[in-house]
């Protein structure tokens, strides 16, 4: 790709808050993908922050900012019955000025038998999407493996109750192109 590639490009910014090393190796090869689905038509750029950083006031403020140039936010984590405190804090200071994100995708990756610790999660992620005028992604709780047959990514548009099920988040974007970001291409 030329320099004049590059300048005719947008650009996309994600930011990514992730649990542990394992969460964030999760979002990581989503990003990844995202950059290998829709690379072309964009310029990514990404921010990792581990939900560590987000308990240090300092960093939590940074890390809000950079959300607020994001055009994806990415939660990674294993699940459980809520996001930690300091998490929830900074998804709160996210929401308090409006933002550029189009988009909230949250990651889960416990087992199929651990899936409805991640239900009040899902809610809530999907209310502060619903708040923030993004759309909201979930992927299914299990990861993506060998013989799943839904491609590379499946992931489930948790804001329909009906559950329609996406064949990826890159997909689901390029249907979006009423959105702000698309608007740059």
Known sequence: MGASDLDANPTCNVVIAYEDFDAGKHARKTYDFL???????????????????????????????????????????????????????????????????????????CPDEDSLKTQRIRTYLADVAERGGM????????????GNGDGPLPFRRD?????????TLGVALEQDRNRSFWDKL
């Open 35 to 109: 950059v290998a689905t829709l690379g072309r038509e964009c310029q990514f750029t990404n921010q990792m922050w581990q939900f560590d950083a987000l308990g240090i006031p300092k960093l939590r403020e940074r890390v809000a900012k950079d959300a607020l140039q994001a055009d994806i936010i990415i939660i990674s984590s294993h699940g459980g019955d809520e996001l930690a405190e300091p998490v929830k804090a900074w998804i709160e200071s996210c929401l308090a000025e409006k933002g550029n994100a189009n988009a909230l995708v949250a990651l889960f990756d």
């Open 135 to 146: 759309e909201f992604f979930a992927q299914p709780d299990d990861w993506p493996g060998p």
């Open 159 to 167: 804001s329909d109750v009906d559950g329609r099920t996406l064949s």
